[in-house]
């Protein structure tokens, strides 16, 4: 049996978890769906595997794994031998990749997941969006972004001149700003952003997830 990804497609971490197993060339795997419009990641039996009620989690045999960053590490790191190099091609590269996964991790994801809820989720179930918020979080994620476009004007990508687990790990809430709650123009107005942002969003495993997830056709 394959890796068994308990979550749905069109989440966010759970699409950085499927970003990771296309780019390593992974086809053995199977979603099995977690319905949380109905409270399935609450329940009992679900918080067995992730104590939090978040998805995803996976199995991999006698591996069992939640968040997913540290289940894009695992992927990664298993199927090294094949797909891309996500972490480079050495002990620098590896090390400059780990630093902007935390840079998205602790900088990038707070400010646009508060943003992406607000305009997005909020209303989805009858909540209010916080203007507020928005306009305090935008700031502090245009912030984020002028620190990306000092670097990507020296570096194709963040870690350097490839192609790493910290870009990938950017794509799925960066897709949901800018492509569903509209406000691509952040990053539009950086040029060295906006040429990453276009090559991240022309990757074959981008455009998979997106069809995957109910995006693209």
Not at 42 to 53: N, T
Not at 64 to 86: M, N, W
Not at 106 to 125: D, R
Request: include cysteine; charged fraction near 25%.
């Amino acid at each position: 049996m394959g890796i068994e990804i308990h979550g749905t497609a069109a989440s966010t971490c759970t699409g950085r978890v499927l970003l990771t197993l296309f780019e390593k060339n992974v086809e053995d795997y199977k979603i099995v769906q977690v319905d949380m419009a109905k409270g399935e990641h609450k329940s009992p039996e679900f918080l067995k595997s992730q104590p939090f009620g978040q998805i995803p989690y996976i199995i991999d045999g006698d591996v069992k794994l939640f968040e997913s960053r540290a289940i894009a590490r695992y992927v990664t790191k298993k199927f090294a031998d094949q797909g891309t190099p996500l972490y480079g091609s050495s002990p620098k590269d590896a090390a400059l990749t780990e630093q902007w996964l935390e840079v998205e991790s602790q900088s990038y994801n707070g400010p646009i997941s508060t943003i992406v809820f607000n305009l997005v989720f909020a209303p989805m179930f009858g909540m209010t969006t916080d203007e507020a918020v928005v306009a305090a979080q935008t700031a502090k994620l245009e912030a984020v972004l002028d620190v990306y476009e000092k670097r990507l004007s020296e570096s194709k990508y963040l870690a350097g001149d490839f192609f790493s687990l910290a870009d990938l790990s950017h794509i799925t809430y960066t897709h949901y700003l800018m492509n569903v709650a509209q406000k691509g123009a952040i990053y539009d107005s950086r040029p060295h952003v906006k040429a990453w942002i276009a090559d991240l969003f022309s990757r074959p495993s981008t455009q998979k997830w997106l069809k995957e997830a109910g995006f693209a056709k």
